[in-house]
């Protein structure tokens, strides 16, 4: 079908994504409220996919299509409850509720070997939103430093507020210094739209939820949603080899911060796509999307966000009470500390300040900076990631009192120092700015990199690199994982049924494979009828499945879905979290409830072969003899 001009960038769309003779261009819908993008469509239907071809995998796809509204909020019950109706009961009369006590005799720690701290242990394992969880084994013990970013780790900031600072600095330097539509200056920022983990596709104005095998399962164009014919096309049949989604228009949105890039340019190519401005006619969803970012790092530069901030911190800033007895605690266990931001001194000494006392202090007071007593090393200005890449940046020292900078001859100098050089360097001043991580680990004195264990909540800059090019020891700030958390326990007995019901599924398929292949004749009409039954039977499930799949993520969030999850795998997010953060928590305080002589252990992986043999209701069969008659009831064999 015909598209008309103000859809020149459907059909420049259509152009770059390779769409073969195959594909006719259809549908081209911008509205903001549900509608599906349906540019393509194939001539032999929509089944052609290897992926996708369980309905209620594509949960996150249907709920796009067709919003559900969030399920009512259960009454509030106490963890007791809960905890014996969704994971069995405990005995509050027995040690440890009783749950150990059939392990315990089965492998003889009885009598004179029993568990004598058991009866100290609660009836039921408590699981707290404050709990730190663990990827990778690290034992606090073998740690000689421990290092905190600042913003969005130690610092929080209240939502919207703090983004809209953002948001407002950068609409207004599109349209006052770049020429962009007065219109933009009515853009409204609304944060709960999105989640972390998601990608931006800057070359065609799309926004991506993949999951752990980069394949996509999710996509929406600007504020609307893509059709699932569409997605495929774009982002799986074109392609040759599976795409890596590191090419130079994917964007990870590794951050809470980028949500204000994710809203401005989603609202800027529903703009675009509306038509009626020749100013964004003449742009590229790239160039747009280039431009957004160089205004809101602009934001930060020059005190559009941090100046205001700076001014009403009790207004942007987060307190946190627990904050100043989880360092002194780790100081006082021999422990090492260090601050590395990317925040300038000025606007470090502010925010800083502010957490140390808890209010917004006087300028003499906050001369003092009595807060840098809780570090052994400041490092401001830091430029991570390349401060954890680039071996020749210069390191600078800050003098507290006025902000200004003095050369240092770095490395070289503390060298010079000879006998404790480090030690002497610092106390010659201990705040710093640039550098990089030779700097860092020289004047910590510190031999390896897995001595270190850094806390951050960008997963690219503060975790990834750490733990990729430095072997430091990770731990990742996911603050919304306490409303996951919630949400996940209260769906529980949902999830369990879903779960339940792809199990039976599995089982069908098997028990289906069986009929055919143990069949004398598979053509006969007994056979024929076993076969439909099982389709039939199947079908039922499946359309159940759907609507529990779609419940079950919209209670999440009503766009997105699980952050943690895409259909049922694992999100890119969750895989990279896996990947390299030894250990993640809702807030950098929660570290504080660990102490030194703290070892954290994994809870085990399991392959799919492990989990079928671990799951209840299993037969373990050996042999192939014994395999082909599985699943097979004696009234079969006579089929």
């Not at 009598?111 to 242990?121: A, F, N, T, Y």
């Not at 490092?379 to 210069?394: E, F, H, I, N, R």
């Not at 143990?518 to 053509?523: G, L, V």
């Amino acid at each position: 079908s015909r598209i008309g001009a103000r859809h020149s960038s459907a059909a420049a769309l259509t152009r770059r994504s390779g769409a073969s003779s195959s594909f006719a261009v259809q549908q081209w819908s911008t509205g903001t409220s549900g509608r599906s993008i349906q540019l393509f469509s194939t001539e032999n239907g929509a089944g052609g996919s290897s992926f996708d071809f369980d309905e209620d995998a594509r949960s996150e796809q249907l709920l796009a299509e067709n919003p559900i509204p969030p399920p009512p909020v259960p009454p509030p019950a106490s963890s007791a409850h809960a905890a014996s109706r969704i994971n069995g009961g405990a005995d509050a009369t027995k040690p440890a509720g009783g749950r150990y006590d059939d392990l315990l005799e089965s492998v003889g720690l009885v009598g004179d070997d029993s568990i004598s701290s058991l009866g100290s242990l609660n009836p039921l394992r408590p699981v707290s939103t404050n709990d730190v969880f663990c990827n990778r084994e690290l034992r606090m013990g073998g740690l000689k430093a421990i290092g905190f970013d600042m913003d969005y780790t130690l610092a929080q900031y209240e939502q919207p507020a703090f983004d809209k600072l953002a948001f407002d600095g950068a609409k207004e330097k599109l349209v006052n210094a770049l020429g962009y539509p007065e219109e933009v200056l009515d853009f409204e920022y609304d944060h709960k739209f999105w989640v972390r983990g998601l990608i931006i596709d800057t070359l065609r104005g799309n926004f991506l939820k993949i999951d752990r095998h980069k394949y996509v399962r999710l996509a929406y164009h600007g504020f609307t949603p893509i059709s699932s014919e569409l997605r495929k096309h774009l982002y799986s049949r074109t392609f040759n080899v599976v795409p890596s989604f590191t090419e130079r228009h994917f964007v990870n949105m590794d951050t809470v911060f980028q949500h204000v890039d994710a809203h401005l340019f989603a609202l800027l190519v529903d703009l675009k796509d509306k038509g009626g401005h020749e100013f964004l006619d003449l742009k590229t969803y790239d160039e747009i999307y280039r431009q957004v970012r160089e205004c809101i790092d602009l934001c930060h530069r020059d005190g559009v966000i941090k100046d205001e901030a700076a001014l009403n911190p009790e207004k942007y800033i987060v307190p946190d009470p627990d904050m100043i007895p989880m360092l002194q605690q780790m100081r006082e266990s021999g422990v090492k500390t260090f601050l590395l931001t990317n925040s300038y001194w000025e606007y470090t000494s502010v925010a800083m300040n502010f957490l140390y006392h808890g209010r917004k202090v006087d300028e003499q007071t906050m001369k003092k900076n009595e807060w840098m007593d809780l570090f052994d090393v400041v490092v401001v200005g830091s430029c991570k990631p390349a401060y954890l890449l680039d071996s020749y940046l210069s390191l600078f020292r800050v003098r507290p009192e006025d902000g200004s900078l003095l050369n240092t001859d770095g490395l070289f100098e503390i060298e010079a120092l000879g006998k404790n050089g480090a030690q002497k360097f610092l106390e010659q001043g201990k705040v710093f700015q640039g550098g990089n991580y030779q700097h860092l680990t020289k004047m910590l004195e510190i031999d390896a990199g897995e001595e270190i264990l850094y806390v951050g909540d960008h997963l690219y800059s503060d975790v990834l690199r750490s733990k990729r090019t430095l072997g430091w020891r990770s731990c990742f700030i996911v603050p919304e994982i306490a409303d996951e958390m919630k949400v996940f326990r209260e769906q529980l007995p949902l999830r369990k049924q879903i779960a339940d019901l792809r199990t039976l599924r599995d089982e069908l398929s098997l028990y289906g494979d069986s009929v055919r292949r143990n069949a004398e004749d598979p053509t006969t009409e007994a056979v024929q009828t076993k076969l439909r039954q099982i389709d039939e039977d199947d079908e039922k499930i499946k359309t159940k499945l759907i609507g529990l799949a779609e419940r079950y993520h919209a209670a999440f969030h009503p766009v997105w879905g699980q952050m943690f999850h895409a259909g049922y795998q694992d999100s890119r997010f969750a895989y990279f979290v896996q990947n390299y953060a030894c250990l993640y928590t809702s807030k950098a305080t929660n570290l504080g409830l660990a102490t030194t002589f703290r070892s954290f252990r994994t809870s085990g992986e399991m392959l799919p072969h492990d989990k079928l043999l671990a799951g209840r209701g299993t037969d373990f069969v050996v042999g192939e003899e014994d395999f082909l008659g599985a699943g097979l009831l004696a009234e079969d064999v006579s089929l």
